[in-house]
């Protein structure tokens, strides 16, 4: 069994900041990329940031500069600190893990999402 657990979402005025935590845990024997999605109402799913198992990191064009993905690999642990938000950066964010399971299955795993608003 394979979870992924967000936290750290929450209300905050524009030009704030949060940082969000998504924990894996579970059946891992491997923690590949993992990353960030959000989803505001009525839009499509979109990739925020991702991180690879190296370091890499990559970010939609509409968060570099304030947006930062970083993982803890000891726990398993991918963060999103984000600054200098901005009432468009409101959705609901999921964390995405690719994974090999111990029973040697290699795949995408989601969380649940925590909800992130920005408003004055």
């Known amino acids: 069994q394979v979870q992924l657990v967000e936290s750290g979402g929450g209300l905050v005025q524009p030009g704030g900041s949060l940082r969000l935590s998504c924990a894996a845990s579970?059946?891992?024997?491997?923690?590949?990329?993992m990353g960030w999605y959000r989803q505001a109402p009525g839009k499509q799913r979109e990739l925020v940031a991702t991180?690879?198992?190296?370091?890499?990191?990559y970010y939609a064009d509409s968060v570099k500069g304030r947006f930062t993905i970083s993982r803890d690999n000891a726990k398993n642990t991918v963060y999103l600190q984000m600054n200098s938000l901005k009432p468009e950066d409101t959705a609901v964010y999921y964390c995405?893990?690719?994974?090999?399971?111990?029973?040697?299955?290699?795949?995408?795993?989601w969380g649940q999402g925590t909800q992130v608003t920005v408003s004055s």
């Open positions: 579970g059946s891992i024997r491997s923690l590949y990329a």
């Open positions: 991180t690879t198992s190296g370091g890499n990191t």
């Open positions: 995405k893990a690719n994974l090999k399971t111990n029973g040697g299955t290699r795949n995408d795993y």
